[in-house]
């Protein structure tokens, strides 16, 4: 079993020890009233590479490049702080929504070989992250509430707690130090896309369209930046592409502006710009 220490340092950052390794889990943030923890920190090797994981999923790997940079890219992306209580990964997969991403990676790491280090006291049963007791297994989690999931790793949004930051640290040193814990992150990223293009491609009538114009669908959803009539109106609109990206500002002025880098970046390299999403095919072609 992993046994988590912790101080607190600078005012308002949290450093951790686990297995005599010193490391920092993240720091003291307020955010619209709430308060929790944000770890952005990292360095190049501990962020999302495109060019490592290509041969695996082919253009995938670089269809969510974007949205991986603009969440920061670090596999132990954290934020405690919002309504979903705890959101990690290099996608920031947020905890709040029943069978979603953070809750799909959380059942796929309880099934790997250093799960009971980390979190003994949790299992699967019948596809469910359930918590151990005297009487048994009880679900934190079902299809239409991740309430008590998000109560175990963060009780509250008014104060930073022992238990979110032990929880926390956890997970960020989890992510740092085993590479089936990345690879997980990865796989559930991508199937993830994979999986929200099949309903974008029809909802929004993508059969056919430019990958880059696909991509800012995918990560308007992702982001929850706007709704479905502002996206439609601007696929219709003459340059969808910058009607997509406008739907950002200026309230995710930084977001925006950091899609527009990657993407141009994409184009000039000729990643972007030439493939577009077959329906029949479910892939870009």
Known sequence: MKIVSFSLENGNQYF??????????????????????????????????RNLYRDTY??????????AI????????????DKAHFTFSFLQYAAHVPNGDFVVYFRKLLALPLAKDY??????????ICKMSDHGAIPIESDTSTELLMDYLNPSLKEVEDTEVIQAAKFVHWAQNDKANRDVQIDIGINHFKNKMRTYATQYQLDGV??????????????????????????????????LLNLGEPKYHERVKTLRAEINRLTTEGTFGVRKYSVEREEFV
């Open 16 to 49: 951790g020890k686990i297995d005599g390794q010193r490391f920092y889990i993240g720091s003291r943030v307020s955010y619209e009233g709430n308060k929790g923890l944000m770890n952005l920190k990292g360095t190049a090797v501990q962020k999302y590479d």
């Open 58 to 67: 082919g253009f995938w790997a670089d269809f969510i490049h974007p949205t």
């Open 70 to 81: 603009a969440e920061g890219a670090l596999f132990h992306t954290l934020n405690t702080y």
């Open 119 to 128: 979190f003994p006291d949790l299992s699967i049963v019948n596809n469910r």
């Open 210 to 243: 430019l990958d880059t114009v696909c991509f800012l669908v995918a990560d308007i959803r992702h982001q929850g930046r706007a709704k479905t009539p502002a996206i439609i109106a601007a696929l219709q609109s003459p340059i969808p592409i910058e009607a």
